[in-house]
């Protein structure tokens, strides 16, 4: 393999890692502090968000296995802008927060188009930003310690919880279908 091959793949496994890392985390966030099991249960929101113990929802994580790739896939050209840069890093936060929470090609919600286009109050649409800027600054960061430090450590660690991760969802979702529960623990 060669370097340039090397460097590509190394890059699509950071990303991805990165990403899945920091939207487990966020998500937690949004789950826990921001309360989005209430607030997806209520008001506007109610009527797209699927509610929070849906099992699709808790497959959620595994599933950014996929777009991590894509993120990866789609930030390659601009490699040598992020990680050779200067202010690199910081110049990616930017981009991911201005094309993936400000200026989506889509009416989303917290979004320039989500406020002019949608029924949802604008009010109801920002209790997302919290979350959205938890998630772009751990995933740039996460990814500029990869960068930085270069250690093993760093990558088995990271290995290590996209393994628990991505375990933790399936389990979710298959617990969420009914198919973890057994006779012998249904009855307690």
Known sequence: MTGKNTRFYRFIWRITASHTIAYFFAGLFGLFVVDYKAWFSEGAISTFMLPTDTPIV???PAL???RGIIMALVLWP???VIIE???GFLKLWLLILGLSVFSTFA???GSIDGFIYTNV???EQVMGYPEAFLWASQFVGILWVFYKFEKRAINLVAIILFVLIIFMSV???LDGLGMLTSESTASI
Do not use: N
């Open 58 to 60: 808790a497959l959620g």
């Open 64 to 66: 950014q296995l996929f």
């Open 78 to 80: 601009i490699y040598q």
């Open 85 to 87: 840069g200067r202010r």
């Open 107 to 109: 009416a989303a919600m």
């Open 121 to 123: 109050p604008i009010s």
């Open 171 to 173: 389990m979710g979702y």
